[in-house]
């Protein structure tokens, strides 16, 4: 069964930088497309930044330049890498793998960024 533990979010200022985490078991991040979403108060989910196993990264136009997805296969793990933080990222962030056409999340971690 496949389980994903974000970790990273907090409180920070705006201009500031976050790395978050999601550590993967029961599947391989290297192997399976891995995203990071978020949702914020009153809105609905959204992709931020998708990893598929070949490598190939995608991005919403609202995080390009400033947020960067990446993984540590030995770790099994993906990152989010937010610089430039504006408070219109404040949102949770969840991380998701898609695994032989079933989508898994963890439990989010939460980003707040103060202006």
């Known amino acids: 069964q496949v389980q994903l533990v974000e970790s990273g979010g907090g409180l920070v200022q705006a201009g500031e930088s976050l790395r978050l985490s999601c550590a993967a078991s029961?599947?391989?991040?290297?192997?399976?497309?891995m995203g990071w979403y978020r949702q914020a108060p009153g809105r609905q989910r959204e992709l931020v930044a998708s990893?598929?196993?070949?490598?190939?990264?995608t991005y919403a136009d609202s995080v390009k330049g400033r947020f960067t997805i990446s993984r540590d296969s030995a770790k099994n793990t993906v990152y989010l890498q937010m610089n430039s933080l504006k408070p219109e990222d404040t949102a949770i962030y969840y991380c998701?793998?898609?695994?032989?056409?079933?989508?898994?999340w963890g439990q989010g971690t939460q980003v707040t960024v103060s202006s």
């Open positions: 998701r793998m898609l695994k032989g056409g079933y989508e898994y």
């Open positions: 029961g599947g391989f991040v290297s192997l399976n497309t």
């Open positions: 990893m598929a196993s070949l490598g190939r990264t």
